[in-house]
């Protein structure tokens, strides 16, 4: 399924709020259907990558490219018709809306996908997440902290995705619930598709267990990047202090 071609490429990218350098010249690559870790320490500059990809950042240099388009000439909106996702720090839901609601607006406002095409999305997202189908006419604000997780991830991905950048899943979350959230990363043949994944965390040892391949980030600077199999948790957290 994996495949050696470049979905997403980042060039000499910085990111800079004012004064505050947060990443700096960081080169990365995400193929087709690959699961990618950015790992790194409070402050290490992860959110401001992701976001400098989804258009969110503060002052972007560099290139972000998706294929062959510059994601950061257009508009923001255009990096989420592009097929871009992203389900930022802290489980962006709309607590006032029902879960249906929630997944329902999450397709509809999406150009990639058509109205026709909405049902049988709802149906496959409630098939991989049962919880979901069982709370739908919830509001999603009265859910548990990892079923907002999954309605999370489950509105990113109900825009059919081709890349989808994940910003600290585990955060908060007791180890049971963050398992069944990463199970979501570990069935390929799942609800993911071909989707790419482009992964956020502190806890390295979760983000190995599902990637291909991680950047260890330190200050805004990779320190080091390579196969998630060369990577144990204990020199993650090593090279965290470096820098
Ligand atoms: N909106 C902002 N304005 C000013 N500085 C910011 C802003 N967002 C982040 N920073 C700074 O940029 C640096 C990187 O922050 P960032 O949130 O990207 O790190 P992170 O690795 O995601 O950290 P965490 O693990 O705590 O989520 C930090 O020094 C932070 O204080
Ligand atoms: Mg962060």
């Given at each position: 399924?994996?495949?050696?071609?470049?979905?997403?490429?980042?060039?000499?990218?910085?990111?800079?709020?004012?004064?505050?350098?947060?990443?700096?010249?960081?080169?990365?690559?995400?193929?087709?259907?690959?699961?990618?870790?950015?790992?790194?320490?409070?402050?290490?500059?992860?959110?401001?990558?992701?976001?400098?990809?989804?258009?969110?950042?503060?002052?972007?240099?560099?290139?972000?490219?998706?294929?062959?388009?510059d994601l950061l000439k257009g508009p923001?909106?255009?990096?989420?018709?592009?097929?871009?996702?992203?389900?930022?720090?802290?489980r962006r839901v709309i607590p006032t809306?029902?879960?249906?609601?929630?997944?329902?607006?999450?397709?509809?406002?999406?150009?990639?996908?058509?109205?026709?095409?909405?049902?049988?999305?709802?149906?496959?997202?409630?098939?991989?997440?049962?919880?979901?189908?069982?709370?739908?006419?919830?509001?999603?604000?009265?859910?548990?902290?990892?079923?907002?997780?999954?309605?999370?991830?489950?509105?990113?991905?109900?825009?059919?995705?081709?890349?989808?950048?994940?910003?600290?899943?585990?955060?908060?979350?007791?180890?049971?619930?963050?398992?069944?959230?990463?199970?979501?990363?570990?069935?390929?043949?799942?609800?993911?598709?071909?989707?790419?994944?482009?992964?956020?965390?502190?806890?390295?040892?979760?983000?190995?267990?599902?990637?291909?391949?991680?950047?260890?980030?330190?200050?805004?600077?990779?320190?080091?990047?390579?196969?998630?199999?060369?990577?144990?948790?204990?020199?993650?957290?090593?090279?965290?202090?470096?820098?």
């Amino acid at each position: 399924m994996r495949t050696s071609a470049a979905l997403l490429t980042l060039e000499n990218l910085s990111v800079r709020y004012g004064e505050v350098r947060a990443v700096e010249a960081v080169d990365l690559t995400v193929g087709v259907g690959e699961v990618v870790s950015i790992l790194g320490a409070n402050g290490a500059g992860k959110s401001s990558l992701l976001r400098a990809i989804s258009g969110e950042a503060g002052h972007v240099d560099g290139r972000v490219s998706l294929r062959d388009v510059d994601l950061l000439k257009g508009p923001r909106y255009g990096v989420a018709r592009r097929g871009v996702a992203h389900v930022m720090e802290g489980r962006r839901v709309i607590p006032t809306l029902s879960v249906i609601d929630n997944l329902l607006l999450a397709a509809n406002a999406s150009r990639r996908v058509s109205r026709g095409s909405v049902p049988g999305a709802l149906e496959e997202m409630y098939a991989y997440f049962p919880r979901l189908r069982e709370r739908q006419s919830q509001a999603a604000g009265l859910l548990s902290g990892g079923e907002q997780q999954m309605l999370a991830i489950g509105r990113a991905l109900m825009a059919k995705p081709d890349l989808l950048l994940l910003d600290e899943p585990s955060m908060g979350l007791a180890p049971i619930m963050i398992e069944e959230i990463y199970d979501i990363l570990r069935a390929r043949d799942g609800i993911l598709g071909e989707c790419s994944v482009l992964l956020a965390e502190q806890s390295a040892a979760v983000a190995l267990s599902v990637s291909d391949r991680a950047y260890v980030l330190s200050r805004g600077s990779v320190v080091f990047e390579g196969q998630a199999s060369e990577l144990d948790a204990g020199r993650v957290a090593a090279a965290y202090l470096q820098g």
